[in-house]
């Protein structure tokens, strides 16, 4: 049991929070930078004087700005990832690099809707360096190369539904989520859009660069993140695990793809890729982590349909995976003890037991040097 | 002189670079929340069983959602601003709260394009309180109640010429922005567009929110976020000072509102508020910043031009508010024996003497117990 696990043991039998009697986390070096990306360049010669300023007597700064590109000979610099990173005092070898998921930044990892401390600083206090990343087109990364119409749509109640903290304005009985209004609005204004479309494959190009510099770490992601995270580790060896929360699809060899998972609110079409990449899965220890209230069935319900399929489907890959001799384990949390977790484990109400048990995963598999 | 003052004092003149000889930050506490903002709601009721997917062989996600949606009854939680904050050990009793300008997010105060440290690092190894922001509808506030039309223009070489790094591909001469190729690339991607329309009240309110939540404290703006900085000192008495560097545009009192200032590459009308509001900007102290190659007149060229007229305004309101018995300090860094600086004082080669003259100008005003 690692200290702060005690302390907030401690804490939780006082009634205290765990911030109140946390130690300071002592950060050797942080800071932030963009990895991948590309260059868009405009047609036209670059023109520092563009004409239209010249016989006007009144002179719109967007006017001028908009004469500027339209002279063309111009870049755009887009569809790179924002990482910011921390490393502690005597910290671990291995990284973890922190991938969100849909509709969500690096925030996801941050402090948890009612103020507790997320992955962020949990795992900082184990002495692991942590980066956490706003993928390409989301975020502060939202410089993109192309075009974006983001429709302001009220959807908040198709999303509590859909990460199965309940069905609204109802919570699922003792999930493990705030239950005050204050903590649902913190959750719900961590959601941030696509600025143009989401592309799996530019996402895990960045992620591929991002590992090319920091070195050999581990891969999380979460949920629309999975995908990435199976398509950087197929990219780049320096990824010596992934850990998966929830993951939407998986990455099937070609020739044992199984059938479309069918349910009433949406199916879901496994993914297939060339053997040769699908193998280099196999090669480093995985772990699939799934919360509670999935149903063992069909039930006609949005969260249940969805996560039934879902699951079945990660039961599927693991199996795939393990026969072609990898390291795939699958966590169903509940089954382990942990139970009550939505969509997000790793801010819900017990997140500093979801984080207990990756890290004797990461210990059992010798990644915790 | 501060302690890593000196310690970079003589990184300098051993060829290091701050970050290799810098102690480690001791962080009391760190966490990011959402501040501010507002719920729109769709009319109608919402159905957690939409009708499109009853009758269908094959069900897609997005249909789904859609007719989810389209249901309505749903909420949407957007337009507020995203702060990530730090607390080191022994803080000084006033925070920093920094916001940024046109076009950027939290990451302006954040590692330089060239990789050293910057504000944010740079006052919390001084032992300032450290609040970052993404303002609502940029970086991770995108979520936004009215829709986006993000268009992917080049642009890259318009703000070159505005930031006043030089006219592209030619730096300034002297000037302090690194002119490897890396560093570009690396200033490039700190831009993230607005999701929405950029609404100066809406992102003072959420400022005003954010100091009622937080208590006092001293308001950091850059550029564009200027305006924001005034009006949110209008609206929040616990806003202690106002530090800005290179703001746009003033608010003057109605009756003593100067003419338009003419450019070629765009003008700039004063704003005009009401006197009483005016009158709260007298009741604590301001320091304005502008930086180097500001010409004396209007010289023909964009960067020229832009900040001679706005550099005019900022000493036609230091005087305006002076004459009303406020406390406006306008620095012309070159003037005070810093030179060579860009549109980003703060994130220039030589950000350590720039963070030096606020911080003294901090402790001549008490704010820095």
């Known amino acids: ?8 043991l401690i804490a939780a039998a006082c009634g205290l929070t765990v911030q109140t009697v946390a130690a300071p986390i002592s950060i050797e070096q942080q800071g932030s930078f963009a990895v991948g990306g ?20 009144s002179n719109n ?9 339209q002279a063309g000979g111009q870049t755009l610099h887009g569809d790179h990832a924002t ?29 948890t809707p009612d103020g507790r401390e997320g992955f962020q600083n949990i795992f900082l206090r184990r002495r692991f360096p942590v980066y956490l990343i706003d993928q390409p087109r989301r975020g502060q990364s939202g410089r993109s190369t192309v075009d974006a119409n983001v429709k302001a749509v009220p ?10 903290i309940g069905s609204y304005p109802d919570f699922a009985e003792g999930v493990a989520f705030p239950r005050d209004p204050k903590s649902l609005n913190q959750f719900f ?14 996402i895990s190009d960045s992620l591929d660069k991002l590992f090319d510099r920091i070195g050999s770490g581990i891969l999380v992601t979460h949920s629309q993140g999975g995908i990435v995270g199976w398509l950087a580790g197929m990219k780049n060896e320096k990824i010596n695990a992934i850990v998966a929360y929830e993951p939407g699809n998986f990455p099937f060899p070609e020739g044992e793809v199984p059938p479309t ?33 999935i149903p063992d069935h069909l039930d006609g319900t949005q969260s249940g349909e969805q996560w039934y399929i879902r699951l079945q489907l990660a039961k599927q890959w693991a199996e795939t995976v393990n026969k072609h001799s990898g390291d795939v384990t699958l966590v169903e949390l509940p089954k382990a003890g942990i139970k009550s977790n939505t969509h997000f484990p790793f801010s819900d109400l017990n997140n500093l037991e979801v984080a207990e048990h990756l890290q004797e995963w990461l210990k059992a598999k010798g990644l915790d040097q």
């Open 83 to 111: 990482v910011f990173y921390q490393i502690p005092t005597d910290a671990r070898k291995n990284p973890l690099v922190f991938l969100h998921g849909a509709g969500q930044s690096m925030r996801t990892w941050q402090t």
């Open 61 to 69: 700064f967007m006017d001028v700005f908009t004469a500027s590109v």
């Open 38 to 57: 590309t260059v868009k360049t405009s047609e036209g010669v670059y023109n520092p004087e563009p004409d239209v300023v010249k016989d006007k007597d």
């Open 189 to 202: 204004r961590q959601m941030t859009p696509n600025v143009g479309a989401f592309d799996a494959n530019i």
């Open 261 to 293: 998972l069918k349910s009433r609110f949406g199916d879901v079409v496994p993914m297939s890729v060339p053997k040769a990449e699908f193998e280099k899965l196999t090669k480093r220890p995985i772990v699939i982590y799934f919360g509670d209230f």
């Open 155 to 164: 959807d908040d109640q198709f999303w509590f539904a859909q990460f199965r």
């Open 1 to 8: 049991m690692t200290k702060l696990f005690k302390i907030s």
